[in-house]
Nanobody, 124 residues
Framework: VQLQASGGGLVQAGGSLRLSCAAS????????AGWFRQAPGKEREFIAA????????YYADSVRGRFTISRDNAKKMVYLQMNSLKPEDTAIYFC??????????????????WGQGTQVTVSS
């Protein structure tokens, strides 16, 4: 699996961005997917995940109610819609997948395939 994230940028507080992640694997529909972020001087944070069959989603408390993860298996894409952005959302955002099919989306330690990261900067 290879992943390519895009869609980051500079936005004012209260604004929105949509991140996209393109997967290269033919059987993407069998892989869970997630988004992580890392702010300067902080540990990487597991913020959202979606199961391979779209049946389950996970959100960290810090983003729940503002961010929405979705996927289009036919297009082999995962999205992160980010609304009501805050300055504390400033970070590099990474999409990721587990290295194996049919695995849970909810275990952050199971993600071992990473996209290159896309910078999100929210100004106050």
């Amino acid at each position: 699996v290879q992943l390519q994230a895009s869609g980051g940028g500079l936005v004012q507080a209260g604004g929105s961005l949509r991140l996209s992640c393109a997967a290269s694997v033919r059987t993407f529909s069998t892989y869970a997917a997630g988004w992580f972020r890392q702010a300067p001087g902080k540990e990487r944070e597991f913020i959202a995940a979606i199961s391979y069959n779209v049946g389950n989603t996970y959100y960290a408390d810090s983003v729940r109610g503002r961010f929405t993860i979705s996927r289009d298996n036919a297009k082999k894409m995962v999205y992160l819609q980010m609304n009501s952005l805050k300055p504390e959302d400033t970070a590099i955002y990474f999409c990721a997948c587990p290295g194996r099919s049919w695995t849970t989306a909810l275990d952050p330690t199971g993600y071992d395939v990473w996209g290159q990261g896309t910078q999100v900067t929210v100004s106050s």
